[in-house]
């Protein structure tokens, strides 16, 4: 998708602090950090949202909570983390490309905002 900010990144058309990549997913740090640690996990491919998800493209999000998983092994993320995925305007999702914001070293509250 040429005008979507975050197949920019992908493209390297916008820089971006590179946490982890492969061939199906991209992970960065968040450019307004929510938390002392805020990465996002995107999918290569161009999917819209969460309500985007089907059978056929699911499998990256699977792929993507592996690598979740995996790099919350790390010692910042000890004490606990969250993994939020905002779908659709009325809960905050200001980019239109599939993402999941991994978020720790504070403590949050119940329920989200
Ligand atoms: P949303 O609000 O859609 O759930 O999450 C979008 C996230 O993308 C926000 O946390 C925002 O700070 C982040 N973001 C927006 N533009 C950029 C950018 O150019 N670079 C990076 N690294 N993050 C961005
Ligand atoms: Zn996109």
Redesign the pocket.
Known sequence: MSDC?FCK?IAGE?P??KIYEDDKIYV?????P?APVHY?FIPKEHIQSAAAVTPENSAVVAHIFEKIAEIAKGDEFKDGFRVVS?CGDAA????KHL?F?LLAGREFTWPAG
């Open positions: 900010l990144i916008i971006s602090t960065f740090a968040d450019i307004a929510a996002l905002n905050g999702q200001t980019v993402h914001h």
